[in-house]
Nanobody, 117 residues
């Protein structure tokens, strides 16, 4: 059973930073060939793609987070990260990681990020 374990969410003031982490429970031998993504879902809104990092390291970001969020990966640790800076209340949501193994896709359980003063 593949599990994606997330950490790093919490409460932060506007303008602050958080770093989310997500690690697989299985050490895929070909993790280097897999794509990772971060999604978020705010109350009453549809889930949206926040950031994507491809197997070779190329990245894509939602327009709303460009220049503020940075996605990275560490294949040796079977992990993906989301560094979030200059947070605003509009970033408040449940953030979930996503892994496309090409043999199946998996989701993390979600971690709450709340930006409030």
């Amino acid at each position: 059973q593949v599990q994606l374990v997330e950490s790093g969410g919490g409460l932060v003031q506007p303008g602050g930073s958080l770093r989310l982490s997500c690690t697989t429970s299985i050490k895929f031998f070909d993790i280097f060939a897999m794509d990772w993504a971060w999604y978020r879902q705010a109350p009453g809104k549809q889930r949206e793609l926040v950031a994507l990092i491809y197997s070779r390291g190329a990245t894509n970001y939602a327009d709303s987070v460009k220049g503020r969020f940075t996605v990275s990966r560490n294949n040796d640790l079977y992990s993906v990260y989301l560094q979030m800076d200059s947070l605003t209340p509009e970033d408040t949501a449940v953030y979930s990681c996503y892994l496309d193994t090409q043999r199946g896709a998996y989701w993390g359980q979600g971690t709450q990020v709340t930006v409030s003063s």
